[in-house]
């Protein structure tokens, strides 16, 4: 039975909708027997590779394929599929070959085009194919890091066009325009012209401070490459390798094919995973591991397909894969599910499988389990149980009691963000039930210091928030993951076992002291126990804390990804300037480095400042207009409606723009917690949309922090930042910004 190999291309469109069953079709029957009738499987006659071919889909489709020999049974790399006479064109001029410097496979179609894009980015007529590659590659390629002299710009890569050439197999022509660069935008377009794309990302991975050794690693360029038997052989080998994977995908079965193929742009984000990426899906390690990086860089991808392999490698592994709200849980088990449609999920805490939930959701679930159990964790933590755990809390509470015990406390104190966020940094961790024991715990790295006095004022309004609890019998979720961590922890000191195996956890910045707790106690210290992805720029919650503080040790086992995969450079630039100038730190304490970058370009951000909201409204009104697919655009090029987005800085500005749109002419769909639908753009919150990705967004009602005497500012106005950038990384393609009054200052970097 012919094997079906998957290949990733830049040159790859997005299949139409209409055309899905039938490929499906085709791929189903080229899987059977690639004789049968109909599917017309052709050599291609003046073609630059011997073994394309073209396969009928239908009338007038075809698909381009490589066919190779293996054994008793041809393999098939599957190129794209386009209208008759472009895949005969395309079919000419592509090629499959092994890369002869590090044995990597690669696709290429040698384009005029494309050749003289690069020749002008170069500023120079490259080499031709005649003239050998300069700077041979040392036998140390961890010394090459400086530019020859003639490299030396206002802005260098690094790397003389020779070692990209002679050491990593970069093409020629393209390493010479990679070099000599004299911008970070001559060197963006640069990028954008690789045929291959590998090649495009190791050298923004350079762009991004990594040495050539390092891209060797973490390419796997340094693998061993057997150059033994057939050319045909040894293709089929490369295509197996590690760092092929990047690039190509082996089609297990009919179910993975019809996935593939029922995902419109063949999943790529499933199946074709950067190297370093998969590095950190595959790899063990002996404690819990921290895996950083800004947005769109992966991590949630990463932690999706880890969880899968946890569970291929042990079917009765317990692992839980969780997050901060609900909206998130939900999206990473639809992911799951999307990458693998047999992955085993656990209904039940202690199943084996995978347990998706809320971090929340999963502190209900434990105390739930607990039964009458709980009831000496929840002293420990209050003072006193509550006889319902499980009932939660008003959200008035705080309120009343701040306005009925908070007069002691100055202004700038006496507020719900201030006095709840010292309850869950300070109170609850620490297992606080008295006011002595109040005054003695320490409170180092919090912004705002606090006397005797001021501790006493607080504790007397905790202490009434408490009171009022234990009468409403409710505690609110802080609690409830306080109190489940409290009763898993006696659980492990009786010699009961953990109830997972596996705890990975996405957005783990966003989450509080308690709820670390709780997962720390969830699962035993060892191999593979906590997998944490974070970026402490996207922090829109909790305060800044420091793993080590809540049993959580990293140290040593901590990586940041770099190369953005979902937004352009373009984009990326403008949401890393609104962080520009601010301090952040990590989960381990140390300083938060910016910096990734994007192997994709786009046009620059429209932003856009408005004398007043209607005004404002009305310009937004013509940015969707100008979005929208409408009678001129008969190529459909335009971008589906679900896939424009108006991103808000709260529901009351989303459900105003959602009518005043409406009233301009321009339906919409207002989302709060359901899932987005086809057929609308839609208006949420910019806290709602994390997570989520579009290929147009307008950033609307951009405005200066809320938060302004709730304590410590400083921290306030960086998940100001951080809310903000989080909104305009949502945006693939396309971002617009508005605002209306004053320029905000957040602006200002």
Not at 252 to 261: A, C, F, H, M, S
Not at 318 to 346: C, F, G, H, S, W
Not at 570 to 596: C, F, H, I, K
Not at 708 to 715: A, F, L, P, Q, R
């Amino acid at each position: 039975m012919p094997t079906i190999i998957w290949s990733k291309s830049r040159a790859k469109d997005k299949l139409d909708p209409s055309m899905k069953k039938k490929a499906f079709a085709f791929f189903e029957k080229l899987q059977e027997d690639d004789s049968l009738p109909g599917l017309n499987i052709e050599e291609i006659k003046g073609s630059r590779d011997t073994h394309v071919r073209t396969g009928r889909v239908d009338d007038n489709f075809r698909a381009v394929l490589f066919k190779l020999k293996d054994t008793d049974e041809p393999v098939y790399v599957f190129h794209g599929i386009w209208p008759h006479d472009e895949a005969n064109e395309i079919a000419e001029k592509v090629t499959l070959s092994i890369n002869p410097v590090n044995g990597m496979p690669e696709v290429r179609m040698l384009l005029d085009d494309a050749r003289g894009a690069i020749k002008r980015e170069a500023g120079r007529e490259p080499p031709t194919p005649e003239s050998k590659v300069e700077d041979p590659a040392p036998s140390d390629t961890r010394a090459v890091q400086t530019p020859d002299a003639s490299q030396t710009t206002p802005w260098s890569l690094g790397v003389s066009a020779g070692t990209l050439a002679g050491v990593l197999g970069i093409d020629a022509d393209l390493a010479e325009a990679a070099a000599a660069a004299t911008s970070e935008d001559a060197f963006q377009s640069v990028v954008e012209c690789a045929e291959v794309e590998w090649q495009g990302l190791a050298l923004l991975a350079l762009a991004t401070g990594s040495t050539v050794h390092d891209v060797r690693t973490e390419f796997h360029l340094d693998e061993d490459v057997d150059d033994s038997g057939t050319e045909e052989e040894q293709l089929v080998r490369a295509l197996s390798r590690t760092a092929a994977k990047a690039s190509f995908h082996w089609i297990d079965d009919n179910d993975e094919l019809r996935q593939i193929v029922e995902a419109g742009d063949f999943g790529a984000w499933r199946v074709f995973l950067h190297p370093e990426q998969r590095n950190y899906v595959d790899r063990n390690w002996n404690g819990a591991f921290r895996l950083s990086g800004g947005a769109g860089t992966g991590k949630t991808v990463v932690a999706i397909h880890r969880a899968r392999r946890l569970a291929q490698s042990n079917p009765q592994a317990r692992i839980l894969l969780t997050t901060y709200t609900r909206n998130l849980a939900d999206d990473l088990e639809t992911q799951l599910q999307r990458l693998d449609a047999k992955v085993p999920l656990a209904k039940r805490l202690g199943e084996p499988g995978i347990y998706v939930k809320g971090i929340d959701a999963l502190a209900w679930a434990v105390i739930q389990g607990a039964g009458n159990d709980v009831a000496v964790a929840a002293s420990t933590v209050l003072g006193s149980a509550p006889s319902s755990i499980i009932k939660g809390s008003r959200d008035q509470l705080w309120q009343a009691v701040i306005r009925e015990s908070g007069n002691d406390l100055p202004p700038a104190l006496r507020t719900v963000a201030f006095i709840t966020a010292e309850y869950a940094l300070v109170i609850l961790p620490n297992r606080i039930t008295t006011l002595t024991g109040y005054l003695r715990v320490r409170r180092s790295g919090l912004g705002v210091a606090l006397d005797r006095a001021q501790r006493t004022a607080v504790w007397n309004v905790v202490a009434s928030y408490r009171s009022m609890a234990r009468v409403d019998d409710t505690t609110d979720f802080e609690e409830k993951a306080a109190i489940a961590a409290e009763w898993l922890g006696e659980r492990a000191a009786a010699g009961e076992e953990p109830l997972f195996d596996h705890v990975l956890v996405d957005e783990a910045q966003d989450l509080t002291p308690s709820r670390l707790q709780l997962l720390r106690a969830l699962v035993a210290e060892g191999p593979n126990d906590l997998f944490l992805c974070e970026d402490s720029h996207q922090r829109i919650y909790g305060q800044k804390i420091t793993l080590g503080q809540y049993g959580i040790r990293i140290v040593g086992r901590s990586r940041r990804l770099t190369l953005n995969y979902r937004t352009t450079e373009q984009n990326l630039r403008w949401a890393m300037s609104v962080l520009s100038g601010a301090d952040y730190t990590d989960m381990e304490g140390e300083p938060e480095l910016a910096g990734s970058r994007s192997a994709r370009s786009g046009p620059e951000p429209v932003v856009t400042a408005a004398s007043s909201a209607a005004n404002e409204l009305s310009t937004a009104a013509e940015v969707l207009r100008s979005w929208l697919p409408d009678e001129s655009d008969p190529e459909g090029r335009a971008p589906s409606p679900e896939s424009i987005a108006i991103l808000v800085p709260d529901r009351y500005t989303r459900d105003l723009v959602a009518n005043g749109l409406r009233e301009r002419g321009i339906p919409v769909r207002a989302v709060d917690t359901e899932a987005v639908k086809p057929g609308l753009p839609v208006v949420m919150t910019m806290h709602r949309a994390k997570g989520l990705e579009f290929t147009h967004v307008l950033v609307f009602d951009l405005r200066d922090s809320k938060y302004v005497g709730d304590g410590d500012e400083d921290d306030a106005r960086l998940r100001d930042r951080s809310l903000v950038y989080v909104a305009a990384t949502r945006a693939r393609d396309v971002l617009a910004v508005s605002w209306h009054g004053d320029r905000p200052k957040l602006l200002s970097g």
